[in-house]
C-alpha cells in the first residue's frame, strides 16, 4: 500500500503569533514546527504500512525551512518525501493549495492520503475535502481509528457524542484527530537514517501550475488588528443590591 501524508510547518501554537506587512502568519520570527494533527497522521500511516506493508511519502508546500518538518517525519520512519518549495506559492488560499497538492499526487502512485484534521495556523479544516474533490477520491475525515484490508478502508469518524462508521473502496483520503494514536518520538537510528532518504523538490514550473499566491487567491485581507487588551472586570458590591446589580449587568451585556 502507497501511503502518501500531507503536513505542514506552522509557527508553535504555544507562542504568539503576528501577522506581517501582507497580513500572512509571520513564520520568520516564529519558532516553526511540524502541524500537531500533521503527527497524527504520519504515525497512522506508519502503523498501516507496519501492518500491511508498502510505503510512507510525506507531501508538503512550503518555504526552505520546512525541510526541519520533512526530516522529522523521515526520522519517523517514513520511506521518503516530496517538498514544494516555489517563492510565487506564498499567499495561496486553500484553493489553489489544494490544486497543487492535486497536481503533485497526479504525478505520484497512491492508494491512501492521510492529513490531519486540521492545521493549527489556519484552523480552516478543508484541505482534505479539497484535495478529495480534485483527485475524485472519497474523503472520509476526522477520524479516531483507520482499517483497511487493502481493498477499501473503515474508519470511526468522531462525533461530540460517538463516532460513525464509514467505508469506502481505495483511493481514499482520510483526515485524522488526535484520539487516533499516540506519535511516537524519531529515535537515534531513524534521525540518522533520515539523512540519505530520498527528497525530492518540486516547483510549480514542474507541475505545471503557472499562477499561484495572493494574486491567484479567490479571497483577499484588506485590514487586521491586535485583539484589544483584556479590561479589568467589573466589581459589584452587595449592600443590598447586589443581585439586582448583577442582573441588570447581565441584561445589558445580552446573556439574560
Do not use: C
Not at 497580513?23 to 500537531?36: C, H, I, L, Q, S
Not at 479516531?144 to 468522531?158: P, Y
Not at 530520498?198 to 507541475?207: I, Y
Not at 447586589?242 to 451585556?253: H, I, K, M, N, V
Amino acid at each position: 500500500m502507497n501511503i502518501v501524508v500531507l503536513v505542514k510547518q506552522v509557527p508553535d501554537s504555544g507562542l504568539a503569533r503576528r501577522l506581517d506587512a501582507q497580513y500572512r502568519v509571520d513564520r520568520n520570527g516564529a519558532n516553526n514546527v511540524m502541524g500537531e494533527l500533521d503527527e497524527y497522521a504520519v504515525e497512522a500511516a506508519l502503523q498501516l504500512k507496519e501492518a500491511h506493508g508498502g510505503e510512507v511519502t510525506v507531501l508538503t508546500l512550503g518555504p526552505g525551512q520546512a525541510t526541519d518538518t520533512v526530516r522529522k517525519t523521515l526520522a519517523m520512519g517514513a520511506d521518503k518525501a516530496v517538498h514544494v518549495e516555489d517563492d510565487a506559492v506564498g499567499g495561496s488560499d486553500a484553493l489553489t493549495t489544494s490544486a497543487i497538492l492535486a497536481a503533485v499526487l497526479g504525478r505520484i502512485e497512491w492508494d491512501l492520503v492521510i492529513a490531519g484534521a486540521e492545521s493549527t495556523d489556519s484552523g480552516m479544516g478543508v484541505m482534505p475535502h479539497l484535495v478529495a474533490a480534485r483527485t475524485g477520491a472519497p474523503a472520509l475525515t476526522g477520524a479516531r481509528k483507520i482499517e483497511t484490508d487493502g481493498a477499501s478502508i473503515t474508519v470511526e469518524h468522531q462525533r461530540a457524542n460517538g463516532y460513525d462508521v464509514l467505508n469506502a473502496n481505495l483511493p481514499a483520503i482520510v483526515s485524522v484527530w488526535d484520539t487516533i494514536n499516540t506519535p511516537r518520538y524519531p529515535s537515534l537510528k531513524g534521525i540518522m537514517a533520515a539523512k540519505r532518504k530520498p527528497v525530492e523538490t518540486l516547483t510549480l514550473a514542474d507541475l505545471g501550475i503557472d499562477r499561484a499566491g495572493a494574486d491567484a487567491a479567490a479571497n483577499e485581507v484588506v485590514g487586521a488588528a491586535d485583539r484589544p487588551a483584556r479590561t479589568a472586570g467589573r466589581i459589584v458590591t452587595d449592600e443590598g443590591q447586589g443581585g439586582a446589580e448583577l442582573a441588570g449587568f447581565l441584561a445589558a451585556e445580552k446573556f439574560i
